[in-house]
């Protein structure tokens, strides 16, 4: 037999093999062990079942076929997903301890090596958290200072919206600045200028990193990292410009330094810097100046670009809505008026507008699949095991979307979250900041900060799209494990 014919007929061989394992792996799932689900390709696993432009759409396919509690493979690793309502809450709140360490993210930890607050485990993972919870509420999270502060910067935001004198505009760049102003507050005790070049910059790098993280690229990334690593393409950019961010943190932490009262500490970086000099001694410590920059990153990443892109978000479908627009005109008339700031108190008096504003979040779904969790050892879930190690993917878009709590869930309708006699409505299934031990630290400040961002610019200016409202597409330009909206500009008219 000729060399090349001998070698086809090995590698033959070889995939048939690796085919047979497959097959056999995957009809033994289910039965006492993993959780079933497609038959992978070797190494490529279910790369053809999983869209990578709209994840959310076929993993929601799958479980019409699987169940709530499914096995995907992401390249050569098994994930299993929870998709639904109940699912979800009985891993992610129900047995919380269990499914509470944050999965991989290949994209991510190449980046981070597991320090800061949300990509870390373990102990280091308790303590960071447990202290930003802390440093943030005594910052002001949740309380009258913090509430006055992001005030101050919505009619800094109101400035430049009427700079704009009715001309069409792209709002993305205002409203990164003024939710991540309302970060630089807590972590730096710094307001910047819109104009500030180094500002500027950051909130452009800020921004790509959100888009190619969430794009086809990020996520062949997080699936094939190995391979992704020696393919040119944008998702290298993303290194490069979380240098450019900790460039910034670091050259305001080194002022601060120089500055530093222990008695009386100003913001996030201070209080880190004390604790630091507190446990120089102990060996253990995870108060590093590692951990200190990946956690200041992880506030940033997390307190800006998921608020601004919700308001974004918000704007696209309420110029698609215009009754809707008017009604929360007619409800801050008549609850706030025209002549004083809104304040955090008038929420509880302003069901339609707070039903507006869940209703956004529910429609755009901005975190679809949750970041990842997993399980620290072999886990018993319902009538499977989930083996040590296995990463898990909530699929928040599945409580989200609901039929039954939200009739009609792929309708933008405020609806959703009012009661028949207008009363706001409460649901256990709204969870857009996700669940259980690693919901969101900031939930308490991005719902401040998106109740008096929008109720401000709604207060002085009415919406005007370019186009026929009913011509606007509100469905995501991205669908994979965030939602991003369709680029647009608009016009803002005085009231």
């Known amino acids: 037999m000729e060399p090349l014919g001998t070698v086809t007929l090995f590698l033959g061989v070889c995939l048939s093999c690796l085919l047979l394992l497959a097959t056999v792996r995957s009809r033994t799932q289910g039965k006492g062990r993993r959780p079933p689900g497609p038959t992978p390709l070797p190494l490529m696993g279910n790369i053809l079942q999983l869209k990578t432009n709209f994840l959310s759409k076929a993993l929601e396919q799958l479980s019409e076929k699987y169940g709530p509690v499914f096995t995907v493979h992401f390249g050569g690793d098994p994930a299993v997903v929870l998709h639904g309502y109940d699912a979800i809450k009985e891993a992610l709140i129900e047995r919380a301890d269990e499914f509470a360490p944050r999965g991989p993210l290949p994209l991510i930890d190449k980046i981070n090596k597991g320090r800061g607050i949300i990509f870390s485990n373990g102990e280091r993972w308790k303590v960071l958290r447990r202290f930003a919870l802390t440093t943030l509420r005594n910052f002001g999270m949740g309380k009258k200072s913090i509430e006055e502060r992001i005030q101050e910067e919505a009619q800094y935001l109101l400035e430049k919206f009427q700079d704009t004198k009715g001309k069409p505009f792209d709002p993305t760049f205002l409203l990164s600045c003024a939710t991540s102003n309302i970060i630089c507050a807590i972590v730096f005790g710094t307001h910047f200028d819109y104009h500030d070049e180094r500002f500027r910059a950051l909130m452009d790098v800020m921004n790509e990193n959100f888009k190619i993280f969430s794009s086809p690229w990020g996520q062949l990334c997080n699936i094939f990292p190995a391979l992704m690593n020696i393919i ?264």
């Open 232 to 495: 040119p393409g944008p998702h290298h950019t993303l290194e490069t410009n979380t240098r450019k961010i900790e460039d910034f943190v670091l050259e305001a932490t080194k002022q601060r330094k120089d500055t530093l009262d222990p008695n009386s500490p100003r913001d996030f970086i201070d209080c880190f810097l004390i604790k630091m000099e507190q446990e120089k001694k102990n060996g253990e410590s995870e108060f590093t100046s590692e951990n200190m920059l990946m956690s200041v990153l992880d506030l940033f990443g997390a307190g800006t670009e998921t608020t601004s892109t919700t308001l974004r978000y918000g704007l696209l479908a309420l110029q698609k809505y215009p009754e809707v627009e008017e009604k929360v005109h007619e409800e801050i008339d008549r609850v706030v008026g025209r002549a004083r700031v809104p304040c955090i108190a008038d929420r509880g008096q302003m069901p339609y507008t707070d039903a507006v504003i869940h209703e956004i979040q529910r429609f755009i779904s901005l975190a679809a699949l949750s970041l990842p969790h997993s399980v620290a050892k072999d886990t018993h879930f319902r009538q499977y095991i989930i083996p040590k190690g296995t990463t898990i993917f909530p699929v928040l878009t599945s409580a989200l979307y609901d039929s039954k709590e939200f009739p009609n869930p792929t309708e933008f309708d405020p609806q959703h979250f009012l009661n028949k006699d207008g009363t706001f409505r409460k649901s256990d299934y709204f969870m857009p900041f996700s669940a259980g031990k690693r919901i969101c630290a900031g939930e308490g400040l991005a719902r401040m900060e998106l109740f008096l961002f929008l109720a401000t610019i709604l207060q002085h200016f009415k919406l005007k799209p370019l186009q026929d409202p009913k011509d606007i597409d509100i469905s995501p330009l991205i669908s994979n494990t965030n939602n991003l909206p369709r680029p647009y500009q608009l016009c803002v008219l005085p009231r």
